[in-house]
């Protein structure tokens, strides 16, 4: 029980940079905090990506330590920890070419070691859970489509839904809703959350829309030139804020 | 925009030099081209047709090298092609694999054709396997920069979930490419019946043997039946490939 209260991810003083280059993240330290959903808000261009990507366990910081659900990933992320940590990159990294209920499988592609994958086949368990997170989506009767004729709303649910077939603790989304109006975006976003809230997913994600870090984040870290500058809840973000800080 | 015209300029006097040394600009030599050229028109008329069932057979057997020539090759290369992807396999693979595929492509298919009639005789095996291979050393080549350009975003998304390197490979390379794969595939098809149709020249089988004879015997009414008969397969192989694409090719819609 102890270790749900920890924070899910936890960075002290990271730095990184890439290769060459000049000092993206300056010194950041957060701890996003075991369940609910924590949100980044910046200005393009302050490191927001990068952040992701490091918290994600995709990029290894320069300096810092970084831990992520209570474990020292700072020289890469074991191979067991690694399909706990769900990643929605921006552009959702889909691929095009396969239907998106084959989209959502590779969610599965973590704990399937078989040759059967390798053909397709994947074990009736995870091929269930898969239609059924699809229908919880609400993109069911499109899972035999090519992902490349889906709309961005479809690609961004078919993202989510690969992302909660591989089970995850913990999942850091770039722009999660980004691609969809206001209402849908409120609307997968509240579905999101219930099912965080049912199986235990702390979720991190960027978002630059307002109204939604007011109603949806539980934690927000407001992010300029590399830095956190300022943590608060969401429902404490106002514009006046968001000035004072990020000006 | 300067450095652009002296860069042309320069392009263009190289083009005159070279040209002037092979004898494109004496007039005489080119005059007797010119005449030359329109005779043995002239004696390519009318087509002898009595030759077609003769070049029909032929035919049928240097498509039948190119075709299963490429297949070999394309099936060789897929894998070829995916160990020189330096995203997947550390530089020991790669490189080790760039050469090998650099190393076959630097022989010609004709080469490749000539060593294999001395290896397993003449007739169509030897023409097949030197398409084949000639088709290994491009193949692999192409697939593996064509791979290599996949989406890193994807890649990193799948990776992240935990999968493995031939996972990769099955969910994102090939799917991600599977457009490049069979475009390079119907071209390389296309371009083998031509190269496949001079291996003949060796005695590498098919119709090559037919055009070398009837060259030589100076028979050019039954050549122009050996080629026309060309001209209509390779053209048929083009609008076949053509209709591939259409059929199967991604787009969005």
Do not use: T
């Given at each position: 029980m102890e270790r749900a209260l920890r924070p899910a991810v936890e960075a002290e003083g990271v730095w990184f940079a890439y290769r060459g280059e000049a000092w993206v993240l300056r010194d950041v330290s957060l701890a996003v905090p075991a369940g609910g959903m924590a949100m980044v808000m910046g200005p393009s261009g302050a490191g927001k990506t990068t952040l992701l990507k490091v918290l994600a366990g995709l990029l290894r910081p320069q300096r810092g330590a970084l831990r992520i659900l209570g474990v020292g990933v700072e020289g890469g992320v074991p191979p067991s920890l690694r399909p706990l940590i769900g990643y929605i990159p921006q552009q959702l990294g889909l691929v095009r070419n396969l239907t998106a209920l084959e989209n959502v499988l590779m969610g599965a592609l973590g704990r399937s070691r078989g040759v059967g994958v390798l053909f397709g086949l994947f074990p009736r368990p995870e091929v269930e859970r898969a239609w059924a997170i699809l229908d919880l989506l609400g993109i069911r009767h499109k899972a035999?489509?090519?992902?490349?004729?889906?709309?961005g709303g479809e690609r961004q649910r078919v993202a989510i839904a690969r992302t909660l077939l591989q089970r995850p603790k913990v999942v850091l989304a770039d722009e999660?809703?980004?691609?969809?109006?206001l209402p849908r975006a409120a609307e997968i976003l509240r579905l999101v959350r219930q099912v965080g809230w049912r199986e235990g997913i702390t979720f991190l994600m960027n978002m630059h829309e307002v109204q939604l870090v007011q109603e949806f984040g539980d934690t927000v870290f407001l992010v300029k030139e590399g830095r956190v500058l300022h943590q608060c809840p969401?429902?404490?973000?106002t514009w006046t804020l968001l000035q004072e800080v990020l000006r | 925009m300067r450095r652009d015209l002296l860069v042309m300029g320069g392009m263009g006097v190289a083009l005159g030099v070279v040209l002037g040394q092979m004898g494109f600009f004496e007039g005489e030599k080119m005059g007797r081209g010119l005449v030359n050229a329109g005779r043995f028109a002239r004696d390519l008329f009318p087509p002898d047709a009595s030759v077609t069932p003769t070049a029909v057979k032929a035919m049928l057997e240097t498509v039948q090298m190119a075709f299963a020539g490429t297949l070999l090759g394309f099936l060789l290369s897929l894998p070829l092609g995916v160990l020189g992807v330096r995203f997947l396999f550390p530089r020991p693979v790669t490189y080790p694999a760039r050469l090998l595929s650099a190393w076959v492509r630097t022989v010609p298919a004709l080469l490749w054709a000539i060593l294999f009639v001395i290896v397993?005789?003449?007739?169509?095996l030897a023409g097949t396997l030197g398409i084949a291979l000639y088709t290994v050393g491009y193949l692999s080549k192409l697939y593996a920069d064509l791979f290599e350009g996949t989406d890193p975003e994807v890649v990193e998304a799948v990776r992240g979930v935990g999968a493995s390197r031939l996972h990769l490979v099955r969910f994102v390379v090939f799917p991600e490419g599977a457009n490049g794969v069979l475009a390079q595939l119907l071209f390389m098809l296309e371009y083998n019946i031509r190269a496949s149709a001079i291996l003949g020249f060796v005695g590498?089988?098919?119709i090559g043997f037919l055009l070398q004879a009837y060259i030589q015997t100076l028979e050019y009414q039954r050549l122009a039946t050996v080629l026309l008969l060309l001209l209509g397969v390779v053209l048929g192989m083009e609008a076949l490939g053509g209709w591939v694409r259409r059929r199967f090719l991604l787009t969005p819609s």
């Open positions: 035999r489509e090519k992902v490349i004729h889906l709309s999660f809703v980004s691609d969809l109006d969401g429902s404490h973000v | 397993v005789g003449l007739g169509p590498a089988g098919g």
